[in-house]
């Protein structure tokens, strides 16, 4: 079955590098997107790719089967929920998974 | 400049009544998508379309959803007979054209209840 695996919450302090790790068992999916959410508003793309990248505070690594999503000198206003996705290019679907609660300890 | 928006943001309804959940998405993107998560998931394909016709309706659980894009714009997802499972958030995304490497926008959502 097509699916995508991701933590479920990942704690961090600020200042911190949070690293949220991603899989996927999606045969035809190539390229990793990595979205925000806050809840009720519209999930955010942060990066995406089917190589490292680099946004601001956000890097991705790639690997065919899996990636992660780093975020630099993370902040309180980071906490929120992040959702790794693959895209079909069968149909350009995108998979996703649950989706990590990032905590920010005090 | 506009992003995707989604009406009414919140709906409730009752058992069995029909409802329609609107997606207006940016101007100029060709693909549309629809989506639907429920409470602690991602969310999960329902439909696709490129233009006016629907490239992939895979997603669509039962013939009781159905989806229109009728002039390549403006896209309405439609439930007959609505049941308490089919309460969750609709979303809708766009995107300039199909394709797997490009950006998916995602609108906020339509949360829907079935009471």
């Known amino acids: 079955k097509d699916q995508v695996f991701q933590p479920s919450t990942v704690a961090s302090s600020e200042g911190a590098v949070v690293e949220i790790f991603c899989n996927h068992s999606?045969?035809?999916?190539?390229?990793f997107f990595w979205y925000l959410h806050f809840p009720g508003c519209a999930p955010r793309l942060l990066v995406k790719?089917?190589?490292?990248?680099q946004q601001g505070r956000y890097n991705m690594t790639y690997e065919r089967f899996s990636s992660s999503l780093l975020i630099l000198q993370v902040r309180e206003a980071d906490a929120a929920v992040y959702y790794c996705?693959?895209?079909?290019?069968?149909?350009?679907?995108?998979?996703w998974g649950a989706g990590t609660k990032l905590i920010i300890k005090p | 400049g506009a992003g995707v928006s989604q009406t009414p943001s919140n709906k409730v309804t009752e058992k069995g009544k029909y409802v329609e959940l609107r997606c207006d998405p940016i101007?100029?993107?060709?693909?549309l998508y629809w989506y639907r998560q429920s409470l602690g998931q991602g969310p999960e394909f329902l439909i696709y379309f490129q233009g006016t016709g629907a490239a992939d309706d895979s997603g669509l659980p039962n013939d009781r959803f159905f989806a229109v894009r009728p002039e390549g714009s403006v896209s309405t997802l439609k439930i007959q007979r609505t049941e308490r499972g089919d309460s969750a958030v609709y979303l809708c995304?766009?995107?300039?054209?199909?394709?797997?490497?490009?950006?998916?926008?995602f609108g906020p959502g339509t949360r829907l209840t079935v009471t």
């Open positions: 999606v045969s035809n999916a190539y390229n």
């Open positions: 996705a693959v895209c079909m290019d069968s149909n350009y679907q995108l998979i």
């Open positions: 995304a766009s995107s300039k054209t199909s394709g797997d490497t490009y950006e998916q926008y």
């Open positions: 101007s100029g993107h060709t693909a």
């Open positions: 790719g089917s190589k490292p990248s």
